[in-house]
């Protein structure tokens, strides 16, 4: 979360009631959020200041939402966006496939929604060797640590591939057997083998971060 306190974000909505409210919130977590119900004040704000995200709604004061990322994918600026709209309309979601917005988010945002859209620009904003695992945990594929609040954790060799591993299938459950061929591979996992191992992990780790579905697997907690 700390890239979104040094990013700007650009916000599209003419809905006066929802846009003050949203504001607040964004104001939170983003260094400065540029509000604007129109197209044409919305490429002005880009021309004057550096943007690094956008959330736009359908439907604006002097168009489309939709034709104004497309207007400005085809000056190749492809400034991450989210679309917001109102209408759970099949046609105008087909219609953001191909300008690659980020999601479609539909309104109204309940603030577990709204959470889910700020945790996924800061994935987004994030130097791509650093995935965001929740609020306190970020892995580093590089240096192949954990960091908690500032400090590295140091893994172990076996520990990386079963942390790398659940953040590759993550947000699934992976299953014993998917453990056995893919951080095992050809060697026996005993039956204790995996509950040490997140026993190890546990005590490296202050906060809890891989829950157990019984019987079934494991997933990491984001």
Do not use: C
Not at 94 to 100: C, E, R, V
Request: cysteine-free.
């Amino acid at each position: 979360m700390d890239r979104l306190k040094k990013a700007n974000l650009l916000f599209l909505e003419d809905n006066e009631e929802f846009a003050k409210n949203t504001i607040q919130l964004l104001n939170l977590y983003f260094k400065k959020v540029y509000h604007t119900d129109s197209i044409k004040s919305a490429f002005k704000i880009i021309d004057d200041y550096k943007i690094d995200f956008i959330i736009s709604d359908i439907k604006l004061k002097d168009g489309n939402g939709l034709d104004f990322i497309k207007t400005l994918r085809d000056t190749n600026d492809f400034t991450p966006t989210i679309v917001l709209s109102s209408y759970k309309d099949e046609k105008l979601l087909l219609q953001a496939i191909p300008l690659h917005v980020e999601a479609y988010e539909l309104k109204p945002l309940s603030y577990e929604k709204f959470k889910n859209i700020i945790n996924k620009i800061a994935k987004i904003l994030e130097p791509k060797n650093i995935y965001i695992i929740n609020n306190e945990l970020t892995y580093n594929t590089k240096s192949k640590e954990i960091i908690y609040k500032s400090q590295n954790i140091k893994l172990t060799k076996k520990e990386i591939s079963f942390v790398e591993y659940l953040i590759k299938k993550s947000p699934e459950i992976v299953t014993q057997d998917m453990i056995q061929v893919n951080v095992w591979e050809s060697k026996i996992m005993s039956n204790s083998a995996i509950k040490n191992l997140i026993l190890r992990l546990r005590k490296k780790v202050p906060t809890k971060f891989i829950i157990n579905i019984g019987g079934v697997g494991y997933k990491l907690i984001s």
